[in-house]
């Protein structure tokens, strides 16, 4: 990812649509710090009876950091949610293996999208957000499994209706 032109962009049911650098949002919002842990909704999957399928997680797929970065809050805010908002629609750099395999895209109610405690991140523990934790942005959503926590995040759509994409509906 070129940080010089890669840009988080803010779109759908808002009355200002925008994207910004990594640089502005550092910069342009009120910095955030959190304690969270992120935990795969998978931990622990190896011990069920019977089995089910995926990757058979024993305990420890989970981790505890301090994220940087800014309320999610303060970009929607910004942009200015229509009346009819609400979901919001995340969606990351990374695209899927196999051709017939959706985009991943998740999303959360307005309701919790505005709770002060989820994050754009761009820092774990005081250090730039490494690669593998979601370079150069991640969303971070304590209390929730890690499968909301999209990492190389760079799209938010502000949705008039709940989603149902493949990603969302059981």
Same mark, same amino acid.
């Given at each position: 990812v070129d940080l010089k032109t890669f840009r988080l962009t803010i779109r759908g049911?808002?009355?200002?649509?925008?994207s910004l650098s990594v640089d502005a949002l550092q910069k342009d919002f009120e910095p955030v710090k959190i304690a969270a842990v992120c935990q795969c909704s998978g931990n622990s999957r190896?011990?069920?009876?019977?089995?089910?399928?995926?990757?058979?997680?024993?305990h420890g797929a989970m981790g505890n950091a301090v994220w940087t970065g800014v309320r @999610?809050?303060? $970009? @929607?805010e910004?942009?200015? $949610?229509?009346?009819?908002?609400?979901?919001?629609r995340f969606d990351g750099l990374d695209r899927p293996v196999a051709d017939a395999t959706p985009d991943f895209l998740k999303? @959360?109610?307005?309701n919790v999208a505005l709770r002060d405690h989820v994050l754009v991140a761009y820092a774990m523990n005081g250090e730039p957000l490494p690669l593998l934790n979601g370079f150069p942005l991640r969303l971070v959503v304590p209390g929730?499994?890690?499968?909301?926590?999209?990492?190389?995040l760079h799209d938010l759509e502000v949705l008039n209706e709940e989603d149902h994409n493949f990603w969302m509906d059981p």
């Open positions: 049911r808002v009355k200002h649509p925008y190896g011990f069920f009876t019977p089995r089910v399928a995926g990757g058979q997680w024993g @999610l809050r303060d $970009l @929607l910004k942009a200015g $949610l229509e009346n009819d908002a609400r979901h919001i999303s @959360l109610s307005v929730w499994y890690a499968t909301y926590w999209v990492k190389m």
